[in-house]
C-alpha cells in the first residue's frame, strides 16, 4: 500500500501548490504573507520533484530488470 500512499500525498501536495500559485497570483497578500506561500512553495516543490524522480529510478530499475532499453507502445487491446 505504499505506493498509493506515495500517489495520494503527490496529488495532494501538488494540489496544495496549485492553490498557493492561485492565492499569490490574485496579489491580494502582504509582503509578509507572499514570503510565507513562497517558502512552502518551494518545500512543496521539493517534494513533488523528489516523489517524480523516485517514480522515474523505478521505472528504469524495471525496465533494466527486463532487459528492455525503450519502452513499448501500449495497446490495451492486445491484452
Do not use: W, Y
Not at 2 to 26: G, S, W
Not at 41 to 65: M, R
Amino acid at each position: 500500500m505504499p505506493k498509493k500512499t506515495t500517489a495520494i500525498n503527490f496529488e495532494k501536495t501538488l494540489a496544495d501548490l496549485e492553490q498557493l500559485v492561485d492565492m499569490m497570483e490574485k496579489g491580494d497578500l502582504s509582503l509578509e504573507e507572499s514570503l510565507k506561500h513562497f517558502e512552502r512553495g518551494i518545500q512543496l516543490t521539493k517534494t513533488c520533484q523528489q516523489v517524480l524522480h523516485e517514480a522515474e529510478q523505478k521505472v528504469s530499475l524495471l525496465l533494466d530488470k527486463n532487459g528492455q532499453s525503450e519502452l513499448e507502445p501500449f495497446n490495451p487491446e492486445d491484452s
